[in-house]
């Protein structure tokens, strides 16, 4: 006999609503099926209502933890839709908070994952090393969270020089932090007998399931935006791409560990190498009619911008494919098999943000329900 | 029994060493806990007179029973508990190496009563009709089927190294031997004995019956207010409680001292080495995460239950 | 299990690192964007911010004849002060003004 346990819309285990329904058969979990959509807010449609440059900051709305992701892929998809090439030290200010969310997010990555296999300690320290990002962030930006920092055709602030020594202070703070946390993940018996073989996703299910991120990077698919279609100064940035093999919370957990690594590595040469010169180009907003598609590697995975323009200074379509989103369909697999007790570990493994995911609900009027939209209707409306 | 000692019967079970003092002391014990673990964890944590906040706030809140509840189950539970363990508290060695009230054999009767609580608290999570509750109340079997075999393998341990089952006894055996702990031969049962308490207590990394992300707050999903109150009460004399008896086995029991001119007396001997042992599962359950059921239930019958075996027979071969 | 013990430990007799913030003030980075203040007399009443900004929360005071700021709606941009082409608005470094209400 199964028994259904619903986790959510409102669970400790999610930090945002979402509702999941597992049928357990005592502890192992045999069905779950997914319900998204409950932190819908009608962005998509907001986008096509104003112009290009108040656009930014809705993006950045899209999503508190990868709001420089979301402004920062979305002025770049209006730069292509416009025909705009970015000044190059823009390029390398763009390269440098996005390494810095990177940074932040995973090590809230490892905090909230520790609090889910009951470590709270692990999490308390974590939090207080994201601290130090933070900070770095709020001196570069001028604000802890929303970095308001992009512009279509570069950015709004600067890095001076005067500034760079306390980066590099903070900077060898989490490096030395996050470095103790690998050894600790490795190596602490009671992590690793809550991660070890838990929500494996194995190669052939990420290729099919179009796992993207550091969850099909965990699986061995050697998958990153910033190498497969290179953007603002990636190019010029010298970075490994982490890879494991196992496809476990572990492996997943590894790969975000190391790849905080290479962002500190790779802040430090931008830093470094950041070449002199003008912060932006003018823009006209009034964008003729063009369409383009920008794809950024989020901390959660390929997060992607289509823009479509038609000659006025509002766009007329923006689509956002948030990383959550793509990834999803591949948390049947990690599921099913395993137990109860896993389910917070292995939701958190793909490092999961509703927030970002939900764009599109159909709410009928007339009955106030919900409903899920056919593809056969998705084609109809569309021509 | 004349009308006297029915008095001292009273005082006893209700102010001192009972219910009164229990919960007075537990829950500064639970605050300091808090505290410490703030520190460890490196921010400040609460005050230490938290947990009285705490349970001054949930007694003025209005008291709910759900309407899927068995109500006299839902709401005897907690009471039981918090009986059962005032009810420990006297046979318990507290201001002197004398208990409150003495029996032939004590001990079986504490690992009794320390196991209402626990029962209890099963029963309610099963009468309060959410999934979550129950699923907390399965988990809390399969831990009790764990801890509960070595927590009594191993004090029968130490039962046949003195050849008792009365805890005044034991407690007389070591003023004249010296303490239980220092004796090579049952430091695996001792061993043993602190991890089971960290099952008993719901401590990381055993606190799967009430594991937070997971099914919420377990058995006590349901519970809110003066019943929420009660339980956090009960939860913080069984703290004592346990503390008490692992103080009794193998520290030597309340004992009096004399430094210099100054008499310290054994109530305060009682309260630094429960002390000890509390902030002891305090340290071990911040460096831990939690385990898996399947995973503390492996433990317990492998580990745990080989390191009182191994003590067993070194007590019974070596001479 | 044993290699945080030290660390751990190491903290109870550390300083904790919680910032005991209203009684211990924070200041903010250099170029933090906080209330946006307005010197009315420098206003030439070109209206950039009002164009500029994304979440139209600057309107015109009747009587002054000069642009106010709903802070409600205010989402702290810096939009506005970099379009004001006298530094009528500039971003301030306070943050601490939830507790009033101004319209």
Not at chain 1, 126 to 136: G, K, L, Q, S, T
Not at chain 3, 28 to 35: C, E, L, T, W
């Amino acid at each position: 006999m199964t028994m259904v346990i619903p986790i959510g819309p409102q669970h400790p285990a999610l930090k945002e609503p979402e509702y999941f329904r597992f049928e357990v058969k005592g502890e192992e979990i045999v069905d779950v099926d997914i319900y998204f959509g409950y932190a819908h807010r009608g962005i998509e449609e907001t986008f096509a209502r104003r112009n290009y440059k108040h656009n930014i900051y809705l993006s950045e709305r899209i999503c508190g933890i990868c709001n420089i992701c979301h402004s920062t892929c979305y002025s770049m998809a209006v730069e292509r839709v416009a025909g705009i090439e970015p000044p190059e030290r823009a390029k390398y200010v763009r390269s440098l908070i996005l390494e810095l969310e990177r940074i932040h997010s995973h090590l809230l990555w490892l905090a909230v994952a520790a609090h889910q296999i009951g470590f709270d300690t692990l999490f308390m320290l974590a939090m207080r090393d994201r601290e130090h990002v933070m900070d770095m962030r709020e001196i570069i930006s001028g604000g802890r969270v929303h970095s308001a920092t992009n512009a279509i055709g570069g950015v709004r602030r600067d890095v001076t020089r005067e500034q760079v020594p306390k980066l590099l202070e903070n900077l060898d703070k989490v490096e030395r932090s996050v470095n103790y946390y690998i050894n600790l993940f490795q190596t602490d018996r009671t992590i690793r007998s809550r991660c070890e073989g838990v929500g494996v996703l194995t190669r052939e299910d990420a290729i099919k399931l179009c796992a993207v991120g550091p969850v099909a990077r965990a699986s061995g698919v050697k998958t990153d935006i910033r190498v497969d279609d290179p953007y603002a100064a990636y190019p010029n940035l010298s970075f490994e791409v982490i890879t494991e093999t196992d496809g476990d919370v572990m492996a997943k957990g590894m790969v975000r560990l190391r790849e905080m690594v290479e962002s500190v590595k790779m802040v430090r040469q931008i830093l470094k190498e950041m070449p002199n010169g003008p912060l932006r180009v003018p823009v006209d907003l009034k964008i003729p009619p063009n369409e383009a598609v920008q794809r950024v590697e989020a901390p959660r995975g390929e997060l992607l911008y289509y823009i479509r323009s038609n000659g006025s200074e509002i766009p007329e379509r923006v689509r956002v494919r948030t990383p959550t989103y793509a990834s999803a369909p591949s948390l049947k697999p990690m599921f099913v098999g395993g137990t109860v007790a896993e389910i917070p570990i292995v939701l958190w493994s793909l490092d999961v943000c509703f927030a970002c995911n939900d764009r599109v609900t159909l709410v009928d009027a007339n009955t106030g329900k919900a409903r899920v939209v056919t593809m056969e209707e998705l084609r109809r409306w569309r021509s | 029994m004349n009308f006297l000692e029915i008095l001292q019967f009273i005082y006893n079970s209700l102010v001192f060493p009972g219910l009164l003092f229990a919960s007075v002391i537990g829950l500064l014990y639970i605050g300091i806990d808090r505290k410490v673990t703030g520190h460890l964890q490196h921010r400040i944590g609460p005050p230490i007179w938290q947990e009285f906040l705490d349970f001054g706030k949930l007694m003025t809140k209005e008291d709910i029973t759900p309407a899927a509840a068995i109500k006299p189950v839902f709401v005897g539970a907690p009471l039981l508990a918090l009986g059962s363990l005032a009810a420990v508290m006297l046979l318990l060695p507290v201001a002197s190496a004398q208990p409150s009230l003495r029996l032939t054999a004590d001990i079986i009767v504490i690992i009794y009563l320390l196991n209402i609580p626990a029962i209890s608290m099963i029963l309610g999570g099963y009468s309060s009709g959410s999934p979550f509750a129950i699923a907390g109340a399965g988990r809390y079997i399969v831990q009790l089927l764990g801890y509960e075999f070595v927590f009594i393998l191993s004090i029968a341990t130490i039962a046949v190294k003195v050849g008792t089952l009365n805890l005044t006894d034991i407690i007389s055996y070591q003023t004249a031997n010296g303490w239980l702990l220092l004796d090579w031969k049952l430091l695996p049962a001792i061993v043993a004995t602190l991890i089971a308490a960290q099952g008993k207590l719901l401590r990381a990394p055993f606190d799967i019956p009430e594991a937070e992300t997971e099914i919420v707050a377990g058995p006590l999903t349901e519970y809110s207010g003066p019943k929420l109150a009660i339980w956090r009460t009960a939860y913080n004399v069984e703290t004592i409680a346990v503390a008490a008896l692992l103080v009794s086995l193998f520290l030597g029991g309340p004992t009096p001292y004399t430094f210099g001119n100054i008499q310290i007396p054994a109530i305060v001997d009682f309260l630094i080495k429960t002390f000890l042992i509390v902030m002891l599962t305090t340290v071990v359950r911040n460096i831990v995460a939690r385990v898996r059921i399947d995973q503390a239930l492996k433990f317990y019958w492998t580990f745990g239950v080989l390191l009182a075996v191994i003590s067993m027979i070194l007590v019974m071969v070596v001479p | 299990m044993v290699k945080i013990l030290p660390k751990v430990l190491a903290n109870l007799l550390r300083k904790p690192f919680t910032v005991k913030y209203p009684y211990e003030k924070v200041e903010p980075a250099d170029g933090y964007r906080g209330k946006p203040s307005i010197t009315k007399e420098k206003c030439i009443r070109c209206w950039q911010c009002i164009r500029a900004c994304p979440d139209r929360a600057i309107s015109i005071d009747k009587e002054t004849k000069t642009p106010v700021i709903w802070l409600g709606r205010c989402t702290y941009c810096g939009e506005c002060a970099e379009a004001c082409p006298t530094k009528t608005i500039v971003m301030t470094k306070n943050f601490e003004f939830l507790d009033q209400y101004e319209k």
